[in-house]
């Protein structure tokens, strides 16, 4: 029997997939308006719709990562460690007006034996601390808990974080 969720995130899937291919059909477009008139405004339009192009394929990735969690272990969220990458997600029920660091002792908590166990199914170790691989999404799911994107890559023989610099400044 399939997991109710399951539709709704091979839904989410095919959506993404579709704003891919949507977005590389309009940077087409004013690619070729760039060609035509190499002005600075359409270099900006042309890297406005760069961004545009690798949001959509950071949500087809995680919508990609969400169905093939839910397909292996059967579960909303988990980590996959597969062709040199780990990706998922955990839940984490976190308190109001918790300090930030027992905030993130819950979440290491949490994260650490199975990032281990990711890290170990590739044949590699961390190469940091288990915070550094996450990233908290907005809101909370259906039972009140905050979820955390975990993205990992192997570099050798260690897997090292591959959230941006940039996004996990956003969260503090």
């Known amino acids: 029997m399939e997991h109710p969720d399951l539709a709704r995130l091979e839904a989410a899937l095919a959506e993404a997939r579709e704003g891919v291919a949507r977005i590389r059909a309009e940077n087409a477009k004013l690619a070729d308006a760039y060609r035509e008139d190499p002005s600075d405004s359409n270099r900006e339009i042309m890297k406005r719709g760069a961004a545009s192009l690798a949001a959509a394929r950071d949500r087809e990735a995680e919508a990609r990562a969400a169905v093939a969690v839910m397909k292996k272990t059967g579960e909303r969220h988990g980590l996959l460690a597969e062709e040199g990458r ?32 990711a890290a170990e199914a590739l044949g590699v170790v961390l190469a940091a601390a288990p915070m550094n691989y996450t990233k908290e ?25 591959a959230v941006s610099r940039q996004s996990k400044s956003m969260r503090s």
């Open 86 to 117: 780990v990706a998922g997600s955990i839940a984490v029920l976190i308190p109001p007006g918790i300090s930030r660091e027992k905030r993130e002792e819950l979440i290491e908590a949490e994260l650490d034996t199975k990032l281990t166990d």
């Open 137 to 161: 999404k907005p809101g909370r799911d259906a039972e009140g808990r905050t979820v955390i994107e975990v993205a990992g890559r192997v570099e050798g023989d260690r897997l090292v974080p």
